[in-house]
């Protein structure tokens, strides 16, 4: 097996489902998707619940956690860059 090969199967994650396999490759690509449509869903949410007077309160909780969901898009990017830096011996010379 080649050492590209091998590092891709490192970046991968299994789940097992009865007798299928889901495989997500690039889990840190697909954790940060994972969060924009979190953050687009509080956002929407608490855009809807502005709406309504009695539902402000609530609908400006969402908004807080979606702000502070935000700043946890560079923190997986950082993540990310550690983790290739860890990995990859071009990061290593650095």
Partial sequence: MTQERQASRQRS???HVGHEQIVIERTYEVVSIVNDF???AWFLAGSILFFWAE???DGTWLFVIGSAQLLIRP???LARHIH???STPSYSQW
Wanted: glycine share 14%; no cysteine; net charge positive.
């Fill in 55 to 57: 539902t402000t309160y």
């Fill in 13 to 15: 994650f299994s789940i």
């Fill in 84 to 86: 290739l830096g860890r």
């Fill in 75 to 77: 923190a997986i990017r």
């Fill in 38 to 40: 979190m953050v687009g």
